[in-house]
């Protein structure tokens, strides 16, 4: 289960983003917040942020890496 943090900058977070990504491209940053991991849109990095649990973090790396999301959506 998520958590949803209100504004990301409130966070102290260092956020990345893939290095497959560009200046114009749609993208989320990621951090590492205690165990958990920190989402934000790039474009929007003092917008809000999703945090989660590792075991929905994983969960959802897996369902990336195996097509289980529809391209596009």
Do not use: H
């Amino acid at each position: 289960m998520g958590m949803y943090v209100k504004v990301a900058k409130d966070l102290d977070l260092t956020w990345q983003k893939s290095s497959y990504s560009n200046a114009e491209s749609n993208c989320v940053e990621i951090a590492s917040f205690a165990e958990d991991m920190a989402v934000r849109d790039s474009k929007d990095p003092a917008g809000p942020a999703l945090v989660f649990r590792p075991e929905a973090w994983c969960a959802f790396l897996a369902g990336v890496r195996t097509g289980s999301f529809p391209a596009g959506a």
